[in-house]
């Protein structure tokens, strides 16, 4: 499998999941509506093609994290030996600060490609097999609720 870099965010929140990429990528303006108050921004301010991409979400243009990796010159946090830090400390998005406590030991232990390969599949509804994104609690094809986030 190639690795889109671009979706490997230093953080550990892998991209590919993301409701703004996902909405993006598909062009889905209903579903960027519905993320909207989520992110506290308009539906046509939810843009992005991933954390290392020319065109970033608005957050991730300024995130501590991914300008800490920068200037340590790291790809992510997975190659710190100070993670967790402050920046995850104050990470602003409970859910998101969850994903990185857990994601990051595992991109460590794993590699990148198996990493990437381990969240596609588990953002993927135990019930019908459709693809979802970090965050969401309920199948948008079955409806059935699901926590696929710890």
């Not at 889905?28 to 991409?53: I, M, Q, R, T």
């Not at 991914?66 to 790809?75: F, G, L, Q, T, W």
């Not at 595992?106 to 390969?117: K, N, V």
């Amino acid at each position: 499998m190639a690795i889109n870099k671009e979706l490997a965010a230093p953080c550990g929140l892998y991209c590919g999941v993301c409701g703004i990429y996902v909405a993006t990528r598909d062009n889905n303006e209903k579903f960027k509506e519905k993320l909207a108050p989520v992110y506290g921004a308009k539906p046509e301010d939810l843009v992005c093609d991933g954390c290392l991409s020319q065109r970033v979400f608005a957050y991730c243009k300024v995130c501590p994290i991914k300008s800490c990796c920068h200037d340590k010159k790291i790809e992510g946090c997975h190659q710190c030996d100070d993670f967790p830090c402050k920046f995850i400390d104050n990470f602003p998005v409970p859910v998101g600060k969850k994903v990185i406590l857990r994601a990051i030991p595992r991109w460590r232990e794993l590699g990148a490609e198996q990493f990437i390969q381990e969240e596609e599949k588990r953002y993927t509804c135990p019930h019908c097999g459709a693809a979802a994104f970090r965050g969401a609690r309920r199948c948008r094809s079955c409806r059935e609720p699901f926590d696929l986030d710890s």
